[in-house]
């Protein structure tokens, strides 16, 4: 994968600088133009800790001005993603409480719209959107799994477990991802639709670095992962469907019906288990939990929104 394309003053600059090694002046970058602009500046610089690009040096990934610069956008958005915060519930009766926050959460489904609505352009956009995030599936939360006490680590491993294919590449869940776009006829390389992202898809996959990378947000990184899994199994038979009705092959229609039994699993072992547990441990860390598990929902939402209403138009 290549630097993206610039969507801006700070993104040009920042990309210059990561293709050349010349970083030393990046605290006179001009400020974002846009937020899509800040938004994709900070996608890149977390891009830096998964595989990186070809035409930027390894070095650079602890390179102290990148650092910095990424300190400040990542600062910038996580105040933005705590301004849309709601009340959350109280503390007792953790895993009910949290299941009635998701259920009473009520917003706009993609995945509906895919059953039974949606044209084959629409969803091949759709799918093109989440190269982004499933062609690195679960490694946002990996990043968390050294912050953790044994026993919830191993919870989460439990569950990582399955999401790396029990061992096996083939059964990756990205893998499985990799094989259902490659049979739909699309592009299946990392990184090959990241210049088509939306501001909400950037948003959605900077926001679970943000939560994997920082350890005072591991349990933010928890919820996110509890309300994503808590979410994915209905949606997935939906998706399911409507890739069938639509005639895409079985390879893209297996990645989501593997998820409608592994999900279902997953979202008791990721609230129960594995939030519960780091709750019962660290009771400070509540309202991250919920922080991560309203941020996954809105951001959802949020993207959800804009592909409605641009495909209604």
Not at 8 to 23: H, I, K, M, N, Y
Not at 77 to 104: N, Q, Y
Not at 113 to 122: F, L
Not at 276 to 296: I, K, M, N, Q, R
């Amino acid at each position: 994968m290549l630097t993206p394309e610039s969507r801006g003053s700070l993104s040009e600059a920042v990309f210059r600088a990561l293709r050349t090694g010349e970083t030393s002046r990046l605290a006179e970058a001009p400020p974002s133009d846009t937020a899509e602009d800040a938004q994709l500046t900070l996608w890149a610089l977390y891009e830096q800790h998964y595989r990186g690009f070809e035409d930027v040096a390894g070095e650079l990934e602890w390179d102290p001005q990148l650092i910095s610069l990424r300190r400040g956008l990542e600062q910038e958005f996580e105040r933005t993603l705590r301004s849309r915060m709601p009340e959350v519930p109280e503390p007792e009766g953790f895993a009910e409480k949290f299941f009635d926050f998701v259920a009473d959460h009520d917003g706009p489904s993609l995945a509906a719209h895919v059953h039974r609505k949606a044209t084959e352009e629409q969803v091949r956009e759709l799918l093109r959107h989440r190269t982004i995030y499933h062609l690195k599936e679960a490694d946002h939360t990996t990043w968390v799994i050294p912050r953790l006490s044994d026993r919830v680590k191993a919870a989460v491993m439990e569950l990582q477990f399955d999401e790396y294919g029990g061992g096996d590449p083939n059964l990756l869940h990205a893998h499985l991802f990799v094989r259902g776009l490659q049979d739909s006829g699309l592009n299946s390389e990392y990184g090959a639709y990241i210049n088509e992202a939306p501001l909400e898809v950037l948003e959605e996959n900077n926001a679970m670095s943000l939560f994997g990378l920082n350890r005072r947000l591991r349990a933010a990184s928890l919820g996110f992962l509890a309300a994503f899994e808590a979410t994915s199994s209905a949606p997935s038979r939906r998706m399911a469907q409507g890739l069938k009705r639509l005639g895409f092959p079985a390879t893209m229609i297996e990645y989501y019906t593997e998820h409608v039994e592994a999900d279902a699993v997953h979202e008791q072992l990721a609230v129960r288990t594995i939030c519960g547990a780091l709750l019962e441990e660290e009771p400070e860390l509540h309202d991250d939990v919920y922080f991560g598990a309203f941020s996954a929902l809105d951001l959802a939402d949020r993207y959800a929104e804009r592909m409605l209403t641009q495909w209604a138009g």
